[in-house]
T-cell receptor, first 112, second 112 residues
Framework: EAGVTQFPSHSVIEKGQTVTLRCDPI?????LYWYRRVMGKEIKFLLH????????ESGMPNNRFLAERTGGTYSTLKVQPAELEDSGVYFC??????????FGPGTRLLVL | RKEVEQDPGPFNVPEGATVAFNCTYS??????FFWYRQDCRKEPKLLMS???SGNEDGRFTAQLNRASQYISLLIRDSKLSDSATYLC?????????????FGTGTLLAVQP
């Protein structure tokens, strides 16, 4: 069974530019989560989709972040415009009916 | 105060040693508890869930004390391959999101 995949693995952009991260969950998993780890801090929850609906977006830092999951399959997380403090590792996780969340390898974002 | 607190380490131990990690959480209504393992520049992976009665998986033993809001992980007969960051993770109660709250992680380095 294929795991959670994320693209790109790395992204280096300049402040003010736009970046779009993609996550493909495990096939059949209705629940999709985005998390972020900034340097020196713990991994923090950003938001949760159930199929195509946002169940909880309480962790989104501000309105420069936009997440979508059209069709309830893959999800994108867009940062526009990117700021220096957005640098970090963005993890996606998916979950089926059981409790376990399976994480993708992450996208390492560096904003210069 | 962080929702989940861990000693960041590093813990440097020789092969064969027994090592214990501790974690405290602030939300007394938290419902589920986990230890995740994260290798360098990789995604977090579930090591084991933690139950009130305590549970064991091979060389790993996890315990939960709800009254003290304290979680522990014991690793016996440490192997070189156990070197990683161990993340204490809590699922808060309430709502349907099942989001996870992470500690900063404890770094373990097993020396030959």
């Amino acid at each position: 069974e294929a795991g959670v995949t994320q693209f790109p693995s790395h992204s280096v952009i300049e402040k003010g530019q736009t970046v779009t991260l993609r996550c493909d969950p495990i096939s059949g998993h209705d629940n999709l989560y985005w998390y972020r780890r900034v340097m020196g801090k713990e991994i923090k929850f950003l938001l949760h989709f159930v199929k195509e609906s946002k169940q909880d977006e309480s962790g989104m830092p501000n309105n420069r972040f936009l997440a979508e999951r059209t069709g309830g399959t893959y999800s994108t997380l867009k940062v526009q415009p990117a700021e220096l403090e957005d640098s970090g590792v963005y993890f996606c996780a998916s979950r089926g009916p059981a409790e376990t969340q399976y994480f993708g390898p992450g996208t390492r974002l560096l904003v210069l | 105060r962080k929702e989940v607190e861990q000693d960041p380490g590093p813990f440097n131990v020789p092969e064969g040693a027994t090592v214990a990690f501790n974690c405290t959480y602030s939300n007394s209504a938290s419902q589920s508890f986990f230890w995740y393992r994260q290798d360098c520049r990789k995604e977090p992976k579930l090591l084991m869930s933690v139950y009130s009665s305590g549970n064991e998986d091979g060389r790993f033993t996890a315990q939960l004390n709800r009254a003290s809001q304290y979680i522990s992980l014991l690793i016996r007969d440490s192997k070189l391959s156990d070197s990683a960051t161990y993340l204490c993770v809590v699922r808060p109660g309430g709502g349907a999101t099942n989001k996870l709250i992470f500690g900063t992680g404890t770094l373990l380095a097993v020396q030959p």
